[in-house]
């Protein structure tokens, strides 16, 4: 069997129904095969490199399977690495495999070559390139079971031309077993039991380690039984249903001020799946200086990386936590959960009483908007975002019942992450009703993809909020840059609901809630396409509560 077989009937061993790509000169072998198995395995065509690893991405977040694209050498397979990048940062588990000019040209600058594997060896788990057909079965196993052993992330396979045509033996590519984790060591359990059976005021700050093992219940469990706050990284929402008496919703720069500030206050601090991020942490070194710290996570490179822990587990979360759970006294801590309220009051009269949360006094603002659109959707929806403004208020105000229903980019932070996203989110289950909030600074990046999902009939509902600005950048500016708006005026004048039609989809706009409540009845009523929703929003609006990179919750802005 050839190269190209070989590699296509290991995907399709693997279990891969779906694969995301583009095709080129070198992987027309591998193209070739993908058209002769084309009745066990989809092949969904983008619009570009990166929309298909984001598509890749977004498939793999919201399933916990192994997300698969594809690209010829080159310039194909650099416009994979920003998506590929998205994934490592966030853990998701990514496949990209890529075709290059055969060997014997490798090193001679040859046309649309590249050094993929030189290129992604930072932002990968590990980058293969195959030189021998005979190792190409073992190497694409071996690298879907990379991709999901430990904390998952992406591995590139680069295949050059030559390698594809040659013929090999197959085994059938079968699975790989991923590679077991240690059992958290009982010391390392009894130390942490120890400091938050001794604490008065624990909180439990979790990320996304935790969605991605599947320890949403565990996590329930436990908070319920230390009867401590709960807040979220921006990963880890979904981890915990936001009407949980517990929840208190995302923490750190962006974070809700109860949530933020009773982390500040805490003499506990027990990290779960975190990395204790900069966004999450401010200034490390006013970072938990009244509180100790515990840190739960399955990479040992994450222990005391950006925040010294007096105490860590290393394992996995779903195993290690029952355990630690049979050694935690049951508490009733409701006097210290009551100081969340008044914070929660606070931030409430500081901006509610005057306007909105995001400092102005417009009925249609970006809070409101966000909750029509909530109250009209199932809570099974899978919401993707973009990245910026949008994204932090669908974080504060968009409320999660369901693992593995939010996917955004937190780690690198990729504007233009959603479409593709979004894509990929809708085909891994079954072409479902998904949901997309972007600002116009994002979409723009690769609204290209848009059709894609009309080629597909897939069923996404583009929320976009569009201030005609890139908002984020413009808020730093306005707050910490003299309101010296260099560049963030964007000044397109593009016509949103005619963009979506010339591309084949669906278009509508909304100046108001009555408006947006009847376009979205009409947006359900779509389903062998998307629909894309523009809802113009004030330039001055901003994100609040804002605690400023480099200090601690007691500089925070709320308005």
Known sequence: MNGAAITVETLIAHGVTDVFGFPGGSVLNLYDELYNRRAQIRHRLTCHEQGAAHAADGYARATGKVGVAIATSGPGATNLVTGIATAYLDSSPVVAITGNVPTGLMGKDSFQEVDITGVTMPVTKHSFLVKDVNNLEKTLCEAFRIAQSGRPGPVLVDIPKDVQIADGQFSGGQPMPVMPMPAAEQSEIERVAELINASQRPYIYAGGGVVISGAEELLRIFAERLDAPVGLSLMGLTAMPSSHPLY??????????????????????????????????????????????????????????????????????????????????????????????????????????????????????????????????????????????????????????????????????????????????????????????????????????????????????????????????RQWQSLFYGERYSQTTCGRPTDYVKLAEALGGHGFKATDLDTLKQVLGEAYKIDDGPVLIACPINQSAMVFPIIPAGTSVADVIIG
């Open 248 to 473: 208190l919703g995302m923490t750190g720069m962006h974070g809700l001020l109860e949530s933020s500030k009773m982390h500040a206050e805490a003499d506990l601090i027990i990290g779960i799946g975190v990395r204790f991020s900069d966004r999450a942490t401010g200034d490390t070194k006013r970072y938990g200086t009244e509180a100790k710290v515990i840190h739960i996570d399955i990479d040992d490179a994450e222990i005391d990386k950006n925040v010294f822990a007096d105490a860590s587990i290393l394992g996995d979360i779903k195993e290690a936590l029952p355990r630690l759970i049979e050694l935690v006294e049951e508490r009733d801590r409701s006097q210290w959960r009551a100081r969340a309220h008044e914070f929660r009051e606070e931030f409430m009269r500081a901006t509610i009483g005057d306007g909105n949360t995001d400092g102005t006094t417009d009925e249609f603002c970006p809070r409101k908007i966000i909750q029509t659109v909530q109250s009209l959707t199932d809570d099974q929806t899978v919401v993707v975002t973009d990245v910026g403004q949008h994204q932090m208020w669908v974080a504060q105000h968009y409320e999660f019942t369901y693992p593995r229903t939010l996917l955004t980019s937190g780690g690198l932070g990729t504007m233009g992450f959603g479409m593709g996203g979004s894509v990929g989110a809708s085909i891994a289950k079954g072409n479902a009703r998904t949901l997309l909030f972007t600002g116009d600074g994002s979409f723009h990046m690769n609204m290209a993809e848009f059709a894609t999902a009309v080629r597909y009939k897939l069923p996404i509902i583009v929320i976009l909020l569009d201030n005609a600005v890139l908002g984020m950048v």
